[in-house]
């Protein structure tokens, strides 16, 4: 079975300065690997993904995550938060066209 | 494409009550999942469907709940009998589906709360 470890529930941080949300999965078998964001009222929305290829991988809106198989690990980053960024943050993995399982949030307060 | 809808936003009720959610996927999507989410928790997989049919279920999808997708559109989810250990959002994804990963687009969830 696959399961998902967000070890950090809350990280407070000030505008400008990095940031890291750590994620560790667990499964026998190859999976694909997302971050999903939630932003205060709002639904789901899919950050960004690693399905194959290049490990590391970046969304539009400067978050980055790389894939690291020997360490079991998906850990998102972004070198310079803005207050839009406040939200919740969800690392998941999944079989394929399959359920989401999802780890238990990480809520990102950025602070002025 | 609209998104994925979910009505009703909010429901309150009462214990022992039988409450249903519906769920509207994008159209063309074929795959359509539900999903619960606690406070302080990640969602949770309920169930989902390839066009109308089930194709699995959660041991967490206890005998008082039931999902249905006929014609393979819109998607209900009941409740029978709530308990407050049912206060949750509700959330639905739809998907292309099929072959690789299709990217799931979540709705905007509803929440219950059972008193």
Known sequence: AQSVTQLDSQVPVFEEAPVELRCNYSSSVSVYLFWYVQYPNQGLQLLLKYLSGSTLVESINGFEAEFNKSQTSFHLRKPSVHISDTAEYFCAVSLATDKLIFGTGTRLQVFP | ?115
């Open chain 2, 1 to 115: 494409d609209t998104g994925v809808s979910q009505d009703p936003r909010h429901k309150i009720t009462k214990r022992g009550q039988n409450v249903t959610f519906r769920c509207d996927p994008i159209s063309e999507h074929n795959r359509l999942y539900w999903y619960r989410q606690t406070l302080g928790q990640g969602p949770e997989f309920l169930t989902y469907f390839q066009n109308e049919a089930q194709l699995e279920k959660s041991r967490l999808l206890s005998d008082r709940f039931s999902a249905e997708r006929p014609k393979g559109s819109f998607s209900t989810l009941e409740i029978q009998r709530t308990e407050q250990g049912d206060s949750a959002m509700y959330l639905c994804a739809s998907s292309l589906g099929t072959g690789g990963f299709y990217e799931q687009y979540f709705g905007p969830g509803t929440r219950l709360t059972v008193t």
